[in-house]
């Protein structure tokens, strides 16, 4: 391959394997990420890098949209199978009804080559809020049609098709693997241009970031804490109203102490706000509310 490259345009080689059905994305991505290193393009190469190696130390929010896909909530009955769940609340709803993809491209491509269901397990505190309120004690799954594999994979392709296609309206080319300075210059505009429409804020991702490969959830930080305060002030119309106030008055403690650097009392307005969800028993939200504390405060 690296003969052929050196012999023709490797923008041109991208544009074809691309076009090609049966071509691996992975193998394209590999051409592509080299091209970018070439290039002097670190945001596109990092971005590329993650699609060939996986989201790692990457959190939901900060993966690009199309890498968020559909699943169904079930529970196994051991006399039928598994069965849908009905959840009538709209938060949990969303929640229960999608699910982020950390994968590689070339796992996405061999899973989505595989035989048999797809299935991820939800954090504990989600799937104990689900028993609950269905008052059962049976696994409970999200079930993912295959075919929604191809979502990510696509979106993919389309991004570094067009990437390829209009470094080729600006002349860069890459004949024999080589770029001028003129050509360097131009693909940033390019590349911008690309990124900014479909990728957004992926180079901004902290390479410090919490991993979640199975949809659990892992202890705070204190930088990422105003994440998990929205997460439970989005939840607040769902909540009785009169304890609305109540766990309002403690989210903003919360962000007080965050902005501070203050730990225990960003661990004490939480459980504050816990203790205050835990005696709302027959509200869901709010005892996802209360789960996802302990989820984050490990008490």
Known sequence: ???????????????????????????TLRKARLAARKL??????????RETDGYKNAAWDDLPEYRTIGATPRFFNPYRGWCPIIIEDAKLYELCHRIPLFQSIAELE????????????????????LRDGMDIQFDIRAMVDK????????????????????????????EGLGFTARDKREAQTVTQNIYAQNIGNLGNVSENSSVNNSLS????????????????????????ANIQQSISAELQKVEMAAKSNDSSLVTTGLLAIRSICEKTTSNIAAQGIAALIKELCGV
């Open 1 to 27: 391959m690296l003969q052929k490259l050196l012999n023709n345009s490797i923008v041109h080689e991208i544009q074809s394997d691309l076009l090609t059905d049966n071509k691996p994305l992975a193998n």
């Open 40 to 49: 002097d393009l670190p945001d596109f190469e990092k971005w590329i890098t």
């Open 110 to 129: 061999g899973l989505l080559d595989s035989d048999g269901t797809l299935s991820y397990a939800y954090p504990p505190g989600l799937a104990k809020v």
């Open 147 to 174: 075919n929604q594999l191809k979502s990510p994979i696509n979106a993919v392709k389309n991004i570094v098709l067009d990437w390829a296609v209009d470094l080729e309206k600006a002349g860069i080319l890459g």
């Open 217 to 240: 959830h892992n202890a705070f930080s204190i930088r990422d804490i105003n994440r998990h305060v929205e997460q439970i002030r989005e939840c607040l119309p769902a909540l009785p």
